[in-house]
């Protein structure tokens, strides 16, 4: 089946899909976006990406493109179109097309661009073994809560990793605290048995995995701080592991090269891996 993609209004095969030169999410960055995963054509949690959506859209004053109600339309005709059962669906909403001038332009119609992907699983290796981070200092702006496209810094951190064959890059703040990673969020289980993330404040992007597993975790009777931590704290923990909408739950058994613990996938871990794959599987139906 044809690859399609949305464009304001438009399904379009994917090749000529297309937006002007003049659009500012390509000379400013100025829009945000969301990336939700699908399983048996059935968003993952998608009224969390939703609000996430317009939490964002309200942060930088860009309206609406279309009404959530015509959204969820486009967004299950453009999965059906695809024909994909499981896959990503990238949803971008930026201020528009307007003369290149900085202040945001008076008669502009935000613009809508979405298209599908095919899965992003992580391998079964992966999600047995674990996988490495390196860090990298955190380069990003000061509304990292915002899922802006402005993702210059955490692209050169990503590339970083790739560049020395780690899953991701955790990004460290110039007072040695761990904010998150790249393209997810970054946790540690102390020898104590706690749980310990980032809050979910400006200085990270509250993804909707974090939020799902911390209910989990809490659920579970695992005792859950939403404090910052430092690389050193993360060195001497038991269990350290990332989400994200693509990684769901990934171990992390090497920091820059050292072991966390004792560089295997913890008790911690794999019960938030199990409780996660319950979570998809009552959702959807789909079964890892
Ligand atoms: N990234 N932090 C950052 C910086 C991210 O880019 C992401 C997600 C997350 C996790 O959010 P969620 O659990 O809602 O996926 C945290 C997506 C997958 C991306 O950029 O494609």
Redesign the pocket.
Known sequence: MARISYVNGRYLHHAEAMVHVEDRGYQFADGI???V?FYNRTLL?GP??WR?LELSLAALAIEKPVSMAALDIVVRELIERNGREHG?L?VQVTRGVARRDHPFPKQTKPALVMTICAP?FPKPQEISQGVKVITAADQRWTR?DI?SVS?LA?VLAKQEASRNQAREAW?VEADGRIS??????AYIVSKSGELITHPADTH?????????VLRLARKAGIKVSERPFTLKEAQSAAEAFI?????NVLPVVKIDDAPVGTGRLGDVTRTLQTLYATHIFKQTGFQF
């Open positions: 976006y969301e990336y995963a949690d969390l990406h996430r990503g990238y992003k990292r899922k993702l955490n990004l998150e990673g790249s393209v997810s969020n990270i992007l509250g993804g909707v995995t974090r939020d799902v989400t994200s909408t693509s990684a």
